[in-house]
């Protein structure tokens, strides 16, 4: 059974920080990219960052300079800390990997409001 767990989402104000985490097997990550995918109501679920099995990161534009992606080999966990976060930051969280198809978390949802 493939497991993605999200957590460490909530309600936050405009400016604050969360960081979310993606909990997975020892077997996905260290053989898988794994990517944090975002969907707003009514919006197409869109990539926010990748980290691959060499540590190596990719951002959209929308959240460069403010988010952070990371990697635990011990706790193999992929986190996403998230800095100076704005109202259009407000979405349900996934994580993801792919290997032929994509498999995907439960997500977890953040809102960002004053």
């Known amino acids: 059974q493939v497991q993605l767990v999200e957590s460490g989402g909530g309600l936050v104000q405009p400016g604050e920080s969360l960081r979310l985490s993606c909990a997975t097997s020892r077997s996905i990550f260290r053989f898988y990219t794994i990517k944090w995918y975002r969907q707003a109501p009514g919006k197409q679920r869109e990539l926010v960052a990748t980290?691959?099995?060499?540590?190596?990161?990719n951002y959209a534009d929308s959240v460069k300079g403010r988010f952070t992606i990371s990697r635990d080999n011990a706790k193999t966990t992929v986190y996403l800390q998230m800095n100076s976060l704005k109202a259009e930051d407000t979405a349900v969280y996934y994580c993801n990997f792919r290997n032929i198809q994509d498999y995907w978390g439960q997500g977890t949802q953040v809102t960002v409001s004053s």
């Open positions: 980290i691959s099995v060499q540590g190596s990161t």
